[in-house]
């Protein structure tokens, strides 16, 4: 089993993680926050929008099962990658669509599916997703941790 790692920001992280659970050849989910300056901060830090940090899910799959094209694919499918700093009823930075890369390979192939998302013509505005380098995860609280899984497959914050 080759183990790899994938980090995405898709608006809430409960979505998210639920999504990627659910995907043959996922081992493990992790829901957190990516890409400020705050460290170790806490949700509620994070909602406030004064980190520059976006809900993220971590995710570890077996490469051999999953490739990571195909993790792109999930995560351009489950998103509106043309609107800014939202997804669904969630507004704020902290929920802006970003890929975050863990290899030179990752950052080249996000880059290529955007292009190619981009060409395909799917879309009228342009698409606002960021690709960026992955930085220190910062693991959420652990009630958000398998969110739905805990509170029957519900929002309730």
């Not at 406030?48 to 976006?54: E, L, M, R």
């Not at 993220?56 to 995560?75: G, T």
Request: charged share 25%; glycine share 8%.
């Amino acid at each position: 089993m080759v183990l790899e790692k994938a980090t995405f920001g898709m608006g809430c992280f409960w979505h998210s993680e639920e999504i990627f659970r659910r995907i043959p050849g996922v081992v493990d989910t992790a829901v957190g926050f990516m890409g400020g300056i705050k460290e170790n901060p806490t949700y509620k830090e994070v909602c406030s929008g004064k980190t520059g940090h976006a809900e993220v899910v971590e995710v570890i799959y077996n490469s051999e099962k999953i490739s990571y094209r195909e993790m792109l694919d999930i995560f351009w499918k489950n998103i509106d990658p043309t609107v800014k700093n939202m997804q669904g009823p969630d507004v704020g930075t902290q929920y802006r669509t970003i890929i975050l890369f863990h290899s030179e390979e990752q950052g080249a192939l996000a880059i290529k599916s955007k292009n190619e998302l981009e060409k395909s013509g799917k879309y009228r505005r342009p698409i606002v997703t960021q690709i960026v380098p992955a930085s220190t995860f910062w693991r959420a609280e652990e009630y958000h941790q398998r969110y739905f899984e805990k509170n029957g497959g519900s929002c309730r914050a």
